[in-house]
C-alpha cells in the first residue's frame, strides 16, 4: 500500500492517511484481516509524528474499517457496502454542492447543468 502525503494539500495529514487507506480498502488492494503497518513503522516511512498516524487509525477504527489489537496491530475488517456506499454518496454530494455553487456564480442554469449530466452519463453506454 503507497500512502503520498502532501503539505499543499488543504485536509490534515491524518485525514490524508485516513483517506488513502479507505481507498486502499475500497479498491481492494488490501484485503481483509490483512495487517496494517504498525504506527511506528507507517510514522517512519511518511516521516511524520507517530501520533499524527495513530489520530488516522483511531478514525479508522472509530468508523468500521479497521480493528487495533493491543500488542498485536491494525488490521483491515469485512467491507460493510453500506458504510463505503454512504461514504462514496456524501462525496458525489460535496462535488454535487460545489457544482451548484459554481453554476450559481457563473450564471448557468440547472437545465444546463443536467444537460452535462445527461451527456456524461450516455457517454458511459
Do not use: H
Not at 29 to 38: D, T
Amino acid at each position: 500500500m503507497n500512502i503520498i502525503i502532501t503539505n499543499s494539500n488543504e485536509q490534515p495529514i491524518f485525514e490524508q492517511i485516513e483517506n488513502a487507506i479507505k481507498e486502499a480498502i475500497f479498491t481492494g488492494e488490501v484485503k481483509e484481516g490483512e495487517m496494517l503497518p504498525s504506527v511506528r513503522s507507517l510514522a517512519n516511512d511518511l516521516k511524520i509524528s507517530f501520533l499524527t498516524v495513530k489520530r488516522a487509525y483511531d478514525g479508522l477504527e472509530k468508523a468500521g474499517f479497521i480493528k487495533t489489537v493491543q500488542g498485536k496491530g491494525s488490521y483491515i475488517l469485512p467491507k460493510n457496502l453500506d458504510l463505503i456506499k454512504e461514504e462514496k454518496l456524501k462525496e458525489i454530494q460535496d462535488y454535487i454542492e460545489k457544482i451548484y455553487e459554481i453554476s450559481k456564480i457563473s450564471n448557468i442554469s440547472k437545465e444546463e447543468v443536467a444537460e452535462l449530466f445527461k451527456m456524461i452519463f450516455e457517454e458511459e453506454l
